[in-house]
């Protein structure tokens, strides 16, 4: 049996007559949920005596770079988009689909539903004997979409959960009834089951400590050379940039953030089998790590009553990037640090900051942490009360003031706009106040490199704003799913319509940043406005 796992091609769009896209498509980033997914698979059949399966990565975003349009959107009345998909055109992959009896397929982006909804149409045309597997966070949040467009399974939660029961399965010629965490078709009845879920049981969740060491052996890793946050600081920093696993799901529960359906509770590695993992990384010619997990700093989280939930946590969380930094390896947080956790009643975690910033450069050579992405997430006045996880206004000066002064080349910034309740005012004071940050963290050093990531609120699929503002929605996602982005608005609230807040974030971030950081950064293209330029002078006042 061979069994396949696809990473179809990227969606981007591109206002009609221009070339260049609306925010970043990056497509050579290591496809980490794959390659978990494949080692993981591979570790549990060879434990089952099932030498006879054979797993293979299919990377159709790094295996070309055509540009194929596929359709059109009208984000307002005088600007339409065009949506393409970029990788490898799909009869590619033919070869690959005609020899395998499953076809694994990625669904983490809604943006990407269209695409997925071709590429399966494709495979069925190739090869109507293959079983479709759906899997990933936007298939967990809503399978009755992918199991609509053909699918023939769909997976929700880990995959290591089901994924191999499900090829187990089909090699042994036995009923899908019993494995948990999955939507199929009855092939006799067309009937859809919904079997039991139990991948949010704490009790029946993935045991991290199980992860073996990502399939690394199953892609080229030559051409993972994107970071997904620009070009690092120090063009001696090189990939293959590769995305680290060592802890599952957060503490913390954003409104926003699609985690909480996706891999509940939070649980971590030991420092011993994070060791094996940097070993193995370091064995395949690995320099570079991406931090990409929810929250490595749910580690030290604590309860209402100020205590550690993990009591070992910060000690862990010490010892890993000691070993990382003993080692030798660079390393950037690119999914955001909750780095209110670096304060508590007062006092900033001077010691815990200077181990995950620290960094080293000697004859041409580099250690330690490049760059950060801290994640702000939103200024107003009411952050606290939308998002626990936030720290006032000073405390947040404090802290990145004390990351800054650990000597950290670089950092960025997350902030989200384009919530039901922002207006005019809380855009501009968002903007005054990320303009404070900046001159704090340059007063402590001048030469660091600061870079916003503007946000406009995007509603996925699952999450608890998706249900709450999913009426806000000026688009079928369905037939544009496109919108369901970080880039573009999709919402018509009181204050905003879709184009005006996706303008907003433009300006915003071409005001904050400069043109230079936001080529380096790979933004090719922002719709901006006279009307938010004057808005945000005024934030000045």
Request: charged share 25%; aromatic share 10%.
């Amino acid at each position: 049996m061979l069994v396949i796992l696809f990473a179809v091609p990227a969606p981007g769009q591109c206002v009609k007559g221009e070339s260049k896209f609306l925010g970043t498509v990056r497509t050579n980033m290591h496809k980490a949920s794959l390659t978990a997914l494949a080692a993981s698979l591979r570790n549990m059949l060879t434990i089952d005596g099932l030498t006879d399966v054979h797993i293979k990565i299919t990377d159709l975003q790094t295996a070309g770079s055509e540009k194929i349009r596929y359709g059109e959107l009208r984000l307002g009345s005088n600007v339409v988009l065009e949506k393409y998909r970029v990788g490898a055109d799909f009869w590619q992959a033919n070869h690959d689909i005609l020899d395998a009896e499953i076809v694994g397929i990625s669904a983490n982006y809604t943006h990407s539903r269209l695409i997925i909804a071709d590429f399966l149409r494709h495979v069925r045309n190739v090869n109507k004997g293959a079983l479709t597997v759906l899997g990933g966070t936007d298939a967990t949040g809503d399978p009755e979409y992918y199991m609509r467009i053909g699918a023939d399974v769909v997976v929700r939660g880990e995959g290591e959960l089901s994924f191999h029961r499900l090829v187990k399965a089909k090699l042994m010629g036995e009923s899908f009834e019993s494995i948990p965490n999955i939507y199929y078709h009855d092939s006799n009845s067309g009937i859809i089951h919904r079997n039991k879920s139990t991948f949010l049981n704490s009790q029946t969740s993935f045991d991290v400590e199980r992860l073996p060491v990502p399939a690394l052996d199953l892609v080229d890793l030559s051409k993972y050379n994107d970071t997904g946050e620009g070009n690092p600081p120090y063009p001696f920093i090189r990939g293959p940039f590769i995305s680290v696993e060592t802890s599952r799901g957060c503490a913390q529960a954003c409104s926003f953030c699609a985690t909480p359906i996706a891999k509940g509770r939070f649980r971590f590695m030991s420092s011993e089998a994070i060791e094996r993992h940097l070993k193995a990384f370091w064995a395949f010619g690995v320099r570079t790590l991406l931090f990409q997990e929810d929250n490595v700093l749910s580690r030290v989280h604590r309860a209402r009553d100020g205590n550690s939930v993990f009591p070992d946590g910060r000690k862990a969380t010490i010892e890993m990037f000691t070993m990382a930094y003993d080692m030798g390896f660079n390393w950037e947080f690119t999914n955001g640090l909750e780095f209110g956790q670096f304060e508590h009643k007062g006092e900033i975690d001077h010691e815990l900051i200077n181990v995950l910033f620290r960094h080293e450069i000697s004859n041409g050579k580099a250690r330690g942490c490049y760059r950060a992405t801290m994640p702000l997430e939103n200024l107003s006045d009411e952050s606290s009360r939308l998002f626990r996880k936030l720290k006032p206004l000073g405390i947040v000066r404090d802290i990145c003031e004390a990351v800054v002064a650990s000597g950290v080349p670089a950092l960025s910034f997350n902030l989200i706009i384009g919530r039901p309740q922002d207006d005019e005012r809380t855009l501009a004071l968002s903007y005054k106040r990320c303009q404070s940050i900046k001159e704090t963290c340059l007063n402590i050093n001048k030469n660091i490199s600061i870079y916003f990531n503007v946000y406009v609120l995007s509603l996925l699929p699952g999450t608890v704003d998706f249900r709450n503002f999913k009426d806000l929605l000026a688009f079928d996602i369905e037939r544009d799913p496109e919108v369901v982005t970080f880039y573009l608005g999709s919402l018509q609230t009181r204050y905003f319509s879709p184009l005006e807040i996706t303008q907003a974030r433009g300006t915003m971030a071409t005001l904050l940043n400069g043109r230079a950081l936001v080529e380096n950064y790979d933004e090719n293209y922002f719709l901006t406005s006279h009307r938010f330029e004057r808005l945000f002078g005024k934030s000045y006042v």
